[in-house]
């Protein structure tokens, strides 16, 4: 029996606050956030296949985030954290969201790509470039360094990454 849109927004509240409480764009209300994540989860439940071997919270989690980081492009305008190995206040952080004894949501390589990732120098560079989606012509304006400078330092975190993982990142 398929359970109701009132149901899944009662067993799936706590993963939409999660992503709520923890996103920042600018010009949207908490308000705002949490009606836009009805809407995905309302779609999702339209879309969702459970014949592809993916439970429904996996799903709704990737459709959550990718609604997430749409809005965050769309505004182009975030608020820094001053610290460098962590997140921009407008991305949501692996550690706050990732339960280590609940592989539901992503895969432990992606996680531990994002930990390594982000203790990395100048590491945020990179994950802005891959999870935010941002040109590099846009980090460098965000963060106050020429574009070739975070193209050499991108580069060198795509080398370091792949060293440390032993995998070939495009």
């Known amino acids: 029996m398929e359970k109701t849109f009132e149901e899944n927004v009662k067993k799936y509240n706590p993963l939409m606050y999660s992503f709520i409480n923890k996103t920042f764009v600018q010009s949207y209300e908490k308000e705002d956030l949490y009606q836009e994540a009805l809407i995905v989860l309302h779609e999702a439940m339209g879309e969702f296949d459970k014949d592809k071997g993916v439970k429904f919270s996996t799903y709704l989690y990737i459709k959550l985030r990718n609604k997430m980081y749409d809005l965050i492009k769309g505004s182009r ?94």
């Open 77 to 170: 305008e975030l608020t820094l954290v001053d610290n460098q190995s962590t997140l921009i206040e407008g991305l949501v952080s692996p550690d706050e969201v990732f339960d280590d004894d609940n592989d539901d949501y992503i895969d432990k390589v992606e996680k531990d790509l994002l930990d390594a990732l982000l203790k990395m120098p100048r590491g945020d560079i990179t994950y802005l470039i891959i999870y935010g989606g941002f040109t590099q012509k846009k980090v460098a304006e965000i963060k106050g360094i020429s574009q070739q400078r975070v193209q050499y330092l991108h580069k060198r975190n795509l080398r370091k990454l792949k060293e440390l993982f032993n995998y070939t990142i495009v």
